[in-house]
């Protein structure tokens, strides 16, 4: 392409960007601007540069590190564990004060690195800027930094170049750019200078090339109309940087819980210490050990790092199916999800286009297989012996034009199958060889003399090619419309007949009805001599058929959709391609026979307000713009449901971090996209989402399972402090032993639940309210029912214990092993919340949990071991409860109230009042 060699004026740098630039003529923006096709002079690009600023875009300061850090131990659960550490503390037990400060610190320090991975995503958005551009400055071509492009300035654009602002094309050749992070479309866009409609989606706009777009083919001079924050791509780098994260529904609920919890237990705690001193008579300081106790008890420490494991399990599952989790509580959130915003191309398609159908005069052949596998076969329809021999014909120099008139090649690497150059060319390459061709042979056999490559001006390829036996043909491949103006006639078997272009218009539509992209294909015979192609051999063409093509549904995505319908997760479809296209894959894919489809210009017209009924009544969103998904993510999420929401391109980044789980695509998902996104799928593929969902119901129901297993144990504690306080006598564990028994149970007997396998039909469930708590009403009862259990067996033992003469050590030993064995047994009962656990399978389990199960019985009695000596107070016992030795101290954590001599009488009928007298 030539540079203007003109000079020009300095004009003033005064003007003002031009809105609606695609609608208008390149001429009128050029005017607007103050510039000419010879581009600014030196001096007015500088005046406009301190105008208008750098072509950047802005740059938001984060979070200083310290706050970022220190706003991660804020949170219920934190502030019970560093209560925990300070009990422990007080009490003398500084090792596990310091596990406790060690699971709060490795908590926080994993929440502070997710945050600034998710900070990341405005600096991938900077990335996609190209850093230098070829500009026409004073009639001279000269390369500046990109920073410094100005409003007015003449772009030049090669293929490879990266559009360094938004530009109104002034002139193209050929050009064609791939716009698949603003618009998702796979295909790239052809671009002409001609005037674009003003209604005309971004996809749409032909006269324009996009800051952070790539050319593809061709070559182009463009006007900037927008830089820095004023293009495309800054305008969603705003979108995104306005989105603020959600809190995820399991944080909301451990939030909730632990301010509940620590009103109920601070109440509690204030109660009893004033019934202490001001009834029972205890001096102060006696009451406090007491109630510092009730607290330990109370307090859940080991359920937080038990919750964690478990959602880290659940991310090492998620990964074995394709699924990378970059933020951990995503992992549970994606079993409340409600509904799932998907791309289409990629995601529930291949991205791998396919010839599905060819239609010649005498019939219509149906193509089998998918995507550039060269697998399958032509399938003709029923037609007579007569017809058929014509249909072969027609049918067979269908497939030649097609891989003939055609750049691309089809190769094979580690077992797949690729294409190297555009799609639609390399599945006509895979209908060749499923004709029974061989394409490099056959190219060979017809050697292409000249061409005229594919623009948009005229939308077509044509190319000449010479026979070894000395034949000429020129083959043409484009839209079905502009060929058949330059055609006279269409194929006949052997010959020619009138062309009869109403019938291939119904075709067309036919074909277009169904999805279908559709290619025309025309032949002509020449001199077998000619060496050259021009425009004006292209009169009097032969027209030989139709090719439809699409990128097909994935096999497993329509049985994810059937999925997920099942257990009640709620489909959409949202994508940039055009409206019939969308709504003939939804059906293909399990939408329904009549999906409804809302395009981008009807949502445009919809009030916030009346938005929320109409999306959830629609199944298909078709030529989208970022804020038409920004939209629909937040009118979901304004009905109550967790949304997931997938996405590749710059485009889907604001929706990404809008939605409740955003998932960004491994594959051809841009950075922007990833780091923007909660998980990203290793194969883009939609099944690997319903996966995902199937795991993270099977993670929130095992946490749930540790909680109803941690509660009740804490509950038991709880009660006997409760009950020694009121009824006036020695409690039967000491706050230390309490919180060893808490955090070393917690964190081995509850680990084994992490391990559980999914319950039977876990996608047969609705999923559960977003506004639901972690306790619901029937645990809260089996919490309650458990603990007064654990009450009575606890208070059995003890006074049991005491009655035959034990000391109080003994007694409190006694105590310590029960609890571990009730907790064992338990453990079995709560595998299963939504079936029964009287079951051989419920007996045995996993070989993992059964492991845990096994590991932890046989190590019990070693970690009381263990702990025999003092602090912990304990007495040696053999396995039938009988003194192997004794000790009896007096100390703080032994005795409550005031201390006095413990020799009273060894019967079991005088233990309770022996038990006071201990006080």
């Known amino acids: 392409m030539e540079t203007p060699t003109v000079k020009r004026d300095t004009v003033s740098p005064l003007v003002s960007p ?55 131990f804020h949170n219920a659960l934190i502030y019970f564990l560093l209560t925990a550490a300070l009990a422990a503390s007080l009490l003398g037990h500084f090792v596990d004060s310091a596990v406790i400060a060690a699971v709060v610190l490795v908590n926080a320090l994993v929440g502070f690195i997710q945050e600034g991975k998710a900070e990341k995503a405005l600096s991938a958005i900077h990335n996609l800027i190209a850093p230098h551009a070829y500009l026409v400055r004073e009639g001279r071509r000269v390369k500046v930094p990109v920073e410094e492009i100005v409003l007015g300035d003449i772009v030049s654009l090669e293929p490879g170049d990266r559009v360094p602002a938004d530009l109104r094309l002034i002139r193209t050749s050929a050009l064609r750019i791939e716009e698949a992070i603003l618009t998702g ?21 032909h006269s324009m090339a996009y800051s952070g777009t790539l050319v593809a083919t061709g ?157 399958g076969r032509l399938e003709a329809a029923s037609t007579d012996d007569a017809a058929a021999d014509k249909q072969r014909l027609e049918s067979g120099c269908l497939v030649l034009s097609g891989v003939l008139c055609n750049d691309a090649q089809l190769n094979q690497e ?13 599945a006509l390459v895979a209908l060749a060889i499923k004709a029974g061709l061989e394409p490099e042979l056959t190219r060979h056999e017809w050697p292409r003399i000249d061409e005229i490559p594919f623009d948009a001006n005229h939308r077509f390829m044509a190319t000449l090619h010479r026979h070894s036996s000395g034949d000429g043909r020129i083959f043409v491949k484009g839209a079905p419309d502009e060929l058949m103006q330059r055609c006279v006639a269409q194929i006949d078997g052997e010959g020619t007949a009138l062309l009869d272009q109403d019938a291939w218009g119904a075709k067309v539509a036919n074909a277009a009805s169904q999805g279908e992209r559709v290619l025309g294909f025309a032949v002509k015979a020449v001199a077998p001599g000619a060496d050259k192609l021009a425009f004006s051999d292209l009169d009097g063409l032969v027209f ?31 994508t940039g391609d055009h409206a019939e296209t969308a709504a003939a894959i939804a059906r293909q894919l399990g939408f329904g026979e009549d999906p409804h489809v809302l395009t981008g210009r009807e949502l445009d017209g919809i009030s916030d307000a009346d938005l929320p009924a109409i999306v959830n009544e629609t199944s298909v ?39 409740n789980v955003g998932v960004g695509m491994g594959h051809k998902g841009t950075d922007a996209a990833k780091e923007a996104s909660q998980m990203v799928l290793l194969d883009d593929n939609f099944a690997s989402i319903v996966a995902a969902v199937n795991e993270g119901r099977v993670v929130y129901d095992n946490i ?88 009575a067996a606890v208070l059995g033992v003890f006074f049991y214990s005491l009655g035959r003469g034990d000391e109080l050590p003994m007694a409190r030993t006694l105590v310590v092993n ?38 932890d019985s046989c190590s019990g009695d070693v970690y009381l071991l263990a702990c025999y000596a003092s602090p912990f107070r304990y007495s040696a016992v053999n396995i039938f409860g009988w003194r192997i030795g004794h000790q009896h101290r007096h100390g703080d954590d032994d005795y409550i109230g005031t201390r006095e001599n413990c020799d009273a009488p060894n019967r079991l009928a005088k233990s309770i009042n022996r038990g006071r007298e201990c006080v």
């Open 414 to 426: 580690n077992g797949a199958w690729h294409v190297m150059g555009d799609p639609m060319e390399g």
């Open 621 to 659: 969103f078709a030529r989208t713009n970022p804020e038409h998904k920004l939209r629909i993510v937040r009118a979901l999420q304004s009905t109550g449901a967790i949304v997931a929401m997938t996405g590749d391109g710059v485009n889907d980044a604001p929706s990404l971090k809008q939605a």
């Open 219 to 375: 070559q182009a001079m463009g006007v900037v109309v927008a830089t820095g924050g004023a293009t495309e791509i800054g305008r969603i780098s705003a979108l995104l940087r306005e989105v603020q994260p959600l809190t995820t529904p399991l944080l909301r609920q451990i939030n909730h819980f632990g301010v509940w919890f620590t009103w109920i237990t601070l109440a509690v705690a204030v109660l009893l210490f004033a019934f202490a001193v001001l009834v029972r008579g205890y001096a102060w300081p006696d009451a406090l050990i007491a109630v510092v106790a009730l607290a330990v008890g109370a307090i859940p420490e080991g359920l937080p790092a038990v919750i964690t494991i478990t959602l880290a399990i659940g991310v090492q599952r998620m990964a074995r199916r394709h699924a990378a989790i970059r933020q951990l509580p995503a992992v549970e959130t994606l079993g409340a999800t409600s509904v799932i915003c998907s791309d289409k191309t990629g995601t529930l398609t291949r991205n791998e286009m396919t010839v599905r159908r060819l239609e010649v005069p005498h019939g219509r052949y149906t193509v089998t297989g998918s995507g550039y596998v060269p697998e």
């Open 704 to 791: 749930r399972k540790v909680t109803a297993w941690t509660l009740p144990t804490n509950g038991g504690e709880v009660l006997a402090v409760i009950a020694a306080i009121l009824f006036n006598f020695s409690m039967p564990m000491s706050a230390v032993q309490i919180l060893w028994i808490n955090l070393v149970t917690a964190g081995t007997l509850g680990l084994a639940l992490a391990f559980e396998p999914a319950e039977p039909n876990v996608m047969q469930r609705r999923p559960r309210p977003a506004n639901q708590g972690l306790l619901t009403p029937f645990l809260i009862w089996r919490v309650a029912l458990v603990s007064f259990l654990f009450l």
């Open 818 to 855: 029960l609890i571990v064995v009730l907790e064992i047994f338990y453990l079995f009962n709560v595998r299963y919340l939504h079936y029964t656990s009287f079951s051989w399978q419920g007996l045995l389990g996993t070989p993992c949990a059964v492991c845990c199960r096994c590991g």
């Open 18 to 72: 031009p809105s609606d630039a695609h609608t208008k003529r390149s001429e009128d923006v050029l005017a607007a601007l103050g510039t000419s096709t010879a581009g600014l002079a030196v001096g007015d690009a500088k005046q406009r540069l301190v105008i208008f600023g750098s072509n950047r875009l802005p740059k938001v300061a984060g979070r200083h590190p310290l706050f970022r850090l220190l706003a991660q």
């Open 544 to 574: 030989i058929g139709l090719i439809g093509f699409i990128d097909p549904p994935r096999e497993e995505a329509v049985a994810a959709i059937k999925e997920c319908h099942s257990a009640g997760i709620a489909v959409k479809m949202i």
């Open 185 to 205: 479309e796979s295909v790239a866009a052809e671009k002409r200078e001609t005037p674009a409609p003003k209604d005309a989606a971004l996809g749409d706009r």
